[in-house]
C-alpha cells in the first residue's frame, strides 16, 4: 500500500516536471545566435594612413599584411549545397582571398528559411560582420536598420574608402537615385546592372512542354486558353494539380495577374507576404482594392472548384516543396524561377519532361500587361551592409569596393582567367567549363560555382545571355512580349516614423488579405464578401500604409 | 533560529538530497526566472540597439494596442476554445482508457495495447504533424473517405471549421496511452479487499468502478484537473504552428503562433512581449482560481 502510493507521488512528480518543461518549450523560439567569429582584424591591418583616401580604378591588390576573416550572413541558392557546399568554395571567391588576404567566412541559412533565420539573427544582437538582406528582410528597411544600431550608415566609408563603388553608382541617373535612401543614408553597397544589358526577367509562368505536344495543343494565350488547357491536363494526362499554387494564393514574382490589371510581388522570397503596391503614372494602388483582384478571385475559385488547382496549395511553403510538387508528374503550370527549369528535369523521372516559359496570359489576345519582373538596375536584395559588429568597417569597405573595380568586376563576373574566360579582343570570352560544362552544370549553376551569382557586385548580365540553352532564352522573349514595366513600383525607402506606421498598419491587413483570398478561393467564404472585405481593409487602415508609399514614391520622383 | 541557521542544519542533514535537487533548481533559475526579466520589454518600444536597459519606455502602449486589435477577440477566443475542448473530450479519455485496461487481466494482451497507445507519444510532432497533414489535406485518405460520406472538401484540415475537431481528435490519439500511465499508477493503490467485498456484496462490474474505483483515483483526477485548467491558455503551439495555414486562421490562430508571427517574424518584440505577458497572467489566474476552488470543495489542492 505504502509503496504505491509512494510510486504514485513519485509519478505526480515526473508529471509536473515534465509539464514544466512543456510549458518552457512553448512559445519560446530557438535563438541559436550564428556563433559571432568577428574580423580578427588587428588595428595595424589598415596600413594605409588615415588622411589619404582610396583613388579609383587600381587594380586588385593585398590589402592587409596579415590574413582577415569577415563574417557574412548570405542567403543561398539552389546551387548552395549541391554544386557547391558553400559560396567559400566558389572560385572567384577564393582567387579575390589569395590576392586580398581577407576570407570571408558564409553563414549561410538553410533554402526557403530565410526569413525566419534572418530574424533570429537580428534578435540575437550578434551581427556577423557583413549582412545581406535588410532591404529584403528587416522590418522597416535600411533607414530603420541603421537607427536601430543593425547596420552602420556607409556614406563617410564610402566616399572615403570605396571610389570605385562611388564611380559605378554614377553609371546612370536611375542606379544614383537607387542606392541612396531619402533621408540621404547608403545602407548597403549594392548589386548594380553592370553595361547596357538589363536584367532579364527571372520568374514567370512555365508550361509542360511536352504535355502540351503530346495533346497537340498551343500555347495558352488568354486565361480561357489557360483553362482550357488545364482543362486537358486533368482529364488527359491524369494531372491532380494542373496549375500549382504557393500558400500565399496569389503567384508573386510574376505578372500572372498582370493581365487582370495588378500587380504583386513577393518582397521576402516565395511563399512570404505578398507585396499588393504598384503605380499608375505615379499615383500608388493597393492590388486587393481593385476591380482585377475581384475577377482573379473568381477565375482562381473555379478553377480550384474545377479541380483545376492544386488542393494541397496550402501546404506548398517554400521552393523545395515547390519543387515536389512540380517534379512529382501531377502538375503541368507554374509561376517558376527560370533556372529552376532544369533542376525540375532533374528531379522528374518522365525523361520527356520538359518546362518552358509561356507569356503571362491576358484577358483578350493582343492586350497587354504593364508589370514586369525585370528590367531593374540594381538589386537591393542583394545588397551587402556592414553590421555594427564589424571591427574594422575601414578595411571592409575598402575589400568591398575591390568588386567593383574592372579588375574585380571581372573576376566575380568571369572567374579566373584561363579557366573560365579567356580574353578575346579585350573582352572576357566564357570558355566551355561555362558554356558546356563537362559536370553537366547548368550556366547558373556553373556560374555559382566558378563566379558570383546575385551578390553586392557589377553584375553583367550579358552572361546570362551566352551558351544559354534556347529554353532559357525562349524564356526571356516569351514573359518580355507582351509586357512593359510602366506600372513597376520602384525602389523607394520609407522614414523611420513611416516604416514604423506601414509595419503597423500593414501585418494586420496582409494577414486579413491573405486569409480571405485563400478562402474565397477555396470557396469557403463566397465571393459576394468582396465588397465587405474592401471595407474591412480599408477599416484597418489601408489609407495610412497608400498615402506612405506615396509620400515615398514623390520623393523618389523628385529625387 | 534564524531562517539561514534553519537552513544550514537542514543543508548538513540533507546533503544528498540538495545535491539531487541542485540541477532542477538551476534549470528553474537559469531558464524560467532570468528570463523572467525580459517581461520589461512589454512596457518598451524595444529596438536590438537599446536592447532591454534603453529602449523607450511607453507605457501599456503594446497592451492597448493588443486590445484594440482586429485580432484580439479573434485569438483570445480560439485559444480558450481549443483548449476547453480539448480539456472537455480529452481529458476524460485517459481515464476510461485506464479504467478498460484495469479490467483487463495481465497478459500479453494488455502489454501489446499498452506498447501501442503509448507509441504515438513519443514520435516527434513534426513527424506526427506531417502523418496528420497527409491524412487530412487534399488527396489524403481521411479526407477521400469523408468525401464518400458526403463531406464538400477536398481537404479537410484547410477549412475552418473541422480545424479544432482535427486538433482535439489528434491530441487524444496522441496522448491517450501516455496519459493513462498516471491513472493506472492510482489504480494499483486501491485496496483489493473492497473489490472482494463488493463483489460479495453482489455487485457488477460498473458499480464497483461506479462506487470503489473512481472514488479511490478521484484525488488524482481532481490534481491533473487543476493542471490541465492552469494549461488552459497554452495550446500545443508547436502543433497548432504545424497544422494551421492562412485559411483556417479563423478557428485556428492561438495567441501563442500570434506572438510568433509578430514578434519573430515581424520583429515587433515589444508587442508580443506583453501579448505573452497577457497570457501569462490569465494563465496564472486560472491555475490560482481552480485550485482555490478544489481546496473549498474538496480536500485535495497543489498548495
Same mark, same amino acid.
Given at each position: 500500500m505504502s509503496k504505491s502510493v509512494r510510486i504514485l507521488s513519485l509519478l505526480t512528480c515526473l508529471f509536473l516536471m515534465i509539464s514544466l518543461v512543456a #510549458?518552457?518549450?512553448?512559445?519560446?523560439?530557438?535563438?541559436?545566435a550564428p556563433t559571432q567569429s568577428s574580423a580578427t582584424a588587428p588595428a595595424a591591418a589598415s596600413a594605409e594612413p588615415q588622411s589619404s583616401s582610396a583613388t579609383a580604378?587600381?587594380?586588385?591588390?593585398?590589402?592587409? /599584411?596579415?590574413?582577415?576573416?569577415?563574417?557574412? =550572413?548570405?542567403?543561398?541558392?539552389?546551387?548552395?549545397?549541391?554544386?557547391?557546399?558553400?559560396?567559400?568554395?566558389?572560385a572567384a571567391f577564393q582567387e579575390m582571398a589569395k590576392i586580398s588576404n581577407i576570407t570571408l567566412k558564409f553563414d549561410t541559412p538553410v533554402f526557403g528559411q530565410e526569413a525566419d533565420k534572418f530574424n533570429i539573427m537580428v534578435s540575437s544582437g550578434e551581427y556577423p560582420d557583413l549582412i545581406e538582406g535588410i532591404a529584403s528582410y528587416y522590418s522597416g528597411g535600411g533607414d530603420k536598420a541603421i537607427s536601430d544600431g543593425v547596420i552602420l550608415k556607409l556614406n563617410d566609408y564610402i566616399t572615403k574608402d570605396a571610389p570605385d563603388y562611388m564611380a559605378a553608382r554614377k553609371a546612370n541617373k536611375t542606379i544614383e537615385k537607387e542606392t541612396i535612401t531619402d533621408t540621404g543614408n547608403m545602407y548597403q553597397f549594392e548589386e548594380i546592372v553592370y553595361g547596357d544589358t538589363v536584367e532579364p526577367p527571372a520568374w514567370g509562368l512555365a508550361i509542360r512542354q511536352d504535355w502540351l505536344d503530346d495533346l497537340g495543343l498551343k500555347a495558352p494565350v488568354t486565361y480561357n486558353d489557360l483553362h482550357d488547357v488545364l482543362k486537358a491536363f486533368k482529364d488527359k494526362k491524369g494531372a491532380t494539380k494542373p496549375f500549382s499554387l504557393d500558400a500565399s494564393g496569389v503567384p508573386g514574382f510574376s505578372s500572372f495577374t498582370g493581365g487582370l490589371g495588378f500587380y504583386v510581388a513577393l518582397p521576402g522570397g516565395i511563399c512570404s507576404t505578398s507585396e499588393y503596391f504598384y503605380q499608375v503614372d505615379g499615383k500608388v494602388k493597393y492590388g486587393p482594392l481593385e476591380p482585377g483582384y475581384k475577377d482573379y478571385l473568381t477565375m482562381m475559385a473555379q478553377w480550384y472548384k474545377e479541380g483545376l488547382v492544386d488542393p494541397n496549395f496550402l501546404s506548398v511553403k517554400n521552393f523545395n516543396d515547390l519543387i515536389s510538387v512540380m517534379s512529382s508528374g501531377k502538375a503541368g503550370v507554374a509561376v517558376l524561377p527560370k533556372p529552376m527549369f532544369a533542376a525540375l528535369k532533374a528531379n522528374s523521372n518522365d525523361p520527356k519532361f520538359r518546362m518552358v516559359a509561356l507569356a503571362n496570359p491576358v484577358k483578350n489576345p493582343g492586350d497587354?500587361?504593364?508589370?514586369?519582373?525585370?528590367?531593374?538596375?540594381? !538589386?537591393?536584395?542583394?545588397?551587402?551592409?556592414? $553590421?555594427? *559588429?564589424?571591427?574594422?568597417?575601414?578595411?571592409?569597405?575598402?575589400?568591398?569596393? +575591390?568588386?567593383?573595380?574592372?579588375?574585380?568586376?571581372?573576376?566575380?563576373?568571369?572567374? @579566373?582567367?584561363?579557366s573560365t574566360y579567356n580574353m578575346v579582343d579585350g573582352k572576357p570570352q566564357e570558355t566551355e567549363l561555362l558554356t558546356k560544362n563537362p559536370d553537366g552544370l547548368s550556366l547558373i549553376d556553373a556560374l555559382c560555382k566558378y563566379c558570383v551569382f546575385q551578390f553586392a557586385f557589377r553584375s553583367d548580365y550579358s552572361r546570362q545571355y551566352v551558351g544559354i540553352s534556347d529554353d532559357q532564352l525562349n524564356a526571356h522573349k516569351a514573359w518580355l512580349s507582351n509586357a512593359d514595366p510602366a506600372y513597376n513600383m520602384p525602389s523607394t525607402s520609407l522614414t523611420g516614423d513611416e516604416a514604423t506606421t506601414y509595419a503597423e498598419v500593414m501585418n494586420d491587413i496582409n494577414t486579413y488579405v491573405q486569409e480571405t483570398t485563400v478562402k474565397m478561393?477555396?470557396?469557403?467564404?463566397?465571393?459576394?464578401?468582396?465588397?465587405? +472585405?474592401?471595407?474591412?481593409?480599408?477599416?484597418?487602415?489601408?489609407?495610412?500604409?497608400?498615402? @506612405?508609399?506615396?509620400?515615398?514614391?514623390?520623393?523618389?520622383? $523628385?529625387? | 533560529m534564524t531562517f539561514f541557521q534553519k537552513l544550514g542544519h537542514d543543508f548538513k542533514r540533507n546533503k544528498m538530497l540538495y545535491l539531487i535537487s541542485f540541477p532542477v533548481v538551476a534549470f528553474l533559475i537559469i531558464f524560467s526566472y532570468i528570463p523572467m526579466g525580459g517581461l520589461v520589454m512589454a512596457f518598451e518600444k524595444f529596438s536590438p540597439k537599446g536592447g532591454i536597459f534603453s529602449s523607450p519606455w511607453v507605457g501599456f502602449d503594446n497592451f492597448k494596442h493588443f486590445f484594440q486589435s482586429v485580432y484580439f477577440l479573434r485569438v483570445l477566443g480560439n485559444t480558450f476554445l481549443l483548449s476547453f475542448y480539448d480539456l472537455i473530450f480529452g481529458f476524460w479519455a485517459p481515464i476510461i482508457f485506464a479504467l478498460l485496461l484495469n479490467e483487463i487481466k495481465d497478459g500479453l494482451f494488455k502489454k501489446t495495447i499498452q506498447t501501442i497507445s503509448y507509441l504515438?507519444?513519443?514520435? $516527434? +510532432?513534426?513527424?506526427?504533424?506531417?502523418?496528420?497533414?497527409?491524412?487530412?489535406?487534399?488527396?489524403?485518405?481521411?479526407?477521400?473517405?469523408?468525401?464518400? !460520406?458526403?463531406?464538400?472538401?477536398? $481537404?479537410?484540415?484547410?477549412?475552418?471549421?473541422?480545424?479544432?475537431?482535427?486538433? @482535439?481528435?489528434s491530441n487524444? =490519439?496522441?496522448?491517450?496511452?501516455?496519459?493513462?500511465?498516471?491513472?493506472?499508477?492510482?489504480?494499483?493503490?486501491? /485496496?483489493?479487499?473492497?473489490?472482494e467485498a463488493a463483489r460479495m456484496d453482489g455487485a457488477g462490474r460498473l458499480r464497483q468502478i461506479w462506487h470503489i474505483t473512481l472514488p479511490g483515483i478521484s484525488s488524482t483526477i481532481v490534481i491533473m484537473l487543476i493542471l490541465r485548467i492552469g494549461l488552459l491558455l497554452t495550446v500545443n503551439f508547436e502543433k497548432v504552428l504545424l497544422l494551421y495555414s492562412p485559411a483556417t486562421?479563423?478557428?485556428? /490562430?492561438?495567441? *501563442?503562433?500570434?506572438?510568433?508571427?509578430?514578434?519573430?517574424?515581424?520583429? /515587433?518584440?515589444?508587442? *508580443?512581449?506583453?501579448?505573452?505577458?497577457?497570457?501569462?497572467?490569465?494563465?496564472?489566474?486560472? @491555475?490560482? #482560481? *481552480?485550485?482555490?476552488?478544489?481546496?473549498?470543495?474538496s480536500d485535495v489542492s497543489l498548495y
Open positions: #510549458g518552457c518549450g512553448t512559445g519560446t523560439a530557438q535563438s541559436t580604378g587600381q587594380p586588385l591588390h593585398k590589402l592587409s /599584411d596579415t590574413p582577415v576573416t569577415f563574417t557574412i =550572413w548570405k542567403p543561398g541558392t539552389p546551387a548552395i549545397g549541391k554544386v557547391i557546399q558553400s559560396y567559400e568554395d566558389s497587354k500587361i504593364h508589370v514586369v519582373n525585370a528590367n531593374n538596375w540594381t !538589386f537591393p536584395g542583394d545588397g551587402i551592409a556592414i $553590421s555594427t *559588429s564589424c571591427k574594422n568597417p575601414e578595411l571592409a569597405a575598402k575589400y568591398l569596393n +575591390m568588386w567593383y573595380t574592372d579588375a574585380g568586376t571581372t573576376l566575380l563576373n568571369y572567374g @579566373v582567367e584561363g478561393l477555396m470557396g469557403l467564404t463566397p465571393l459576394t464578401d468582396y465588397d465587405k +472585405m474592401v471595407q474591412t481593409i480599408k477599416n484597418m487602415g489601408i489609407d495610412k500604409a497608400i498615402a @506612405v508609399k506615396q509620400a515615398a514614391l514623390d520623393r523618389y520622383n $523628385s529625387r | 504515438p507519444y513519443f514520435v $516527434s +510532432m513534426v513527424v506526427i504533424c506531417g502523418l496528420i497533414m497527409d491524412f487530412t489535406g487534399g488527396d489524403g485518405f481521411i479526407s477521400r473517405a469523408a468525401l464518400i !460520406f458526403g463531406s464538400k472538401d477536398a $481537404s479537410l484540415l484547410s477549412n475552418p471549421a473541422n480545424f479544432r475537431s482535427i486538433f @482535439v481528435v487524444i =490519439w496522441q496522448g491517450l496511452g501516455y496519459g493513462s500511465i498516471i491513472y493506472l499508477a492510482a489504480l494499483s493503490s486501491v /485496496d483489493q479487499e473492497l473489490f486562421y479563423e478557428t485556428a /490562430d492561438v495567441i *501563442s503562433t500570434y506572438v510568433y508571427r509578430k514578434g519573430i517574424l515581424g520583429l /515587433d518584440y515589444g508587442y *508580443s512581449t506583453a501579448v505573452g505577458l497577457f497570457n501569462s497572467v490569465i494563465a496564472f489566474i486560472l @491555475v490560482a #482560481g *481552480s485550485n482555490a476552488l478544489a481546496k473549498r470543495y
